[in-house]
């Protein structure tokens, strides 16, 4: 009897060994694949280098956009896996600066966007997925009013028009309806 056991506990243990084997194979396997940068990778690269922005701002639905001009650094970051824009210019005035993240997430098969700047003590963040129809991505989210402390819903629309012009159309939603509150024409320099 005392064999019989023996021998299913070591039939056990071989099973349990081979099968987290097979599991620790298939998380490392996992684990590269999150890992590695691809395609979504190579065209945020693309955006690599110095360009100029051209920024249009709506304060109010309907009134006359705030114009005014900056200039983006774009750099691939981390072994090609993000790219940072840092972003520099005047808002009213005053000198602006801006950094913005964007990562394209391998497990979650969606663009992730989080943007800081010296206007705010705050961190928008936003996912977005590619829609190859119009060659752009589609981000939404959340960002801070500061009167209130509140969220408000935003919806951002980056385009590539071709290597040296991009667009960064940005709506907000302004008691219940979608409105466009800032429009950046971005030129490769």
Do not use: C
Request: aromatic content about 8%; charged content about 20%; overall charge negative.
């Amino acid at each position: 009897m005392n064999k019989l056991a023996f021998a299913l506990l070591a039939i056990a243990a071989l099973f349990t060994y081979h099968s987290s084997q097979a599991q620790t194979d298939n998380d490392m396997k996992a684990m590269m694949a999150y890992g590695t940068p691809g395609e979504a990778h190579k065209m945020m690269a693309k955006s690599v280098g110095d360009w100029t922005a051209d920024i249009s701002m709506w304060m109010a639905p309907g009134g006359s956009p705030t114009k005014s001009t900056g200039e983006m650094k774009n750099e691939m970051i981390l072994g090609g896996r993000y790219l940072k824009s840092t972003n520099t210019g005047n808002f009213m005035g005053q000198p602006f600066e801006g950094i913005g993240i964007t990562a394209y997430d391998n497990a979650k098969k969606m663009y992730i966007n989080t943007w800081i700047d010296n206007m705010g003590t705050g961190i928008m963040t936003l996912t977005g997925a590619w829609d190859a129809a119009t060659n752009s991505v589609n981000f939404t989210g959340n960002m801070v009013d500061p009167a209130s402390g509140k969220d408000v819903p935003v919806r951002e629309v980056i385009k590539m028009i071709d290597d040296n012009h991009q667009t960064m159309e940005m709506y907000a939603s302004m008691g219940g309806q979608e409105v466009k509150t800032m429009e950046i024409k971005f030129t490769r320099k």
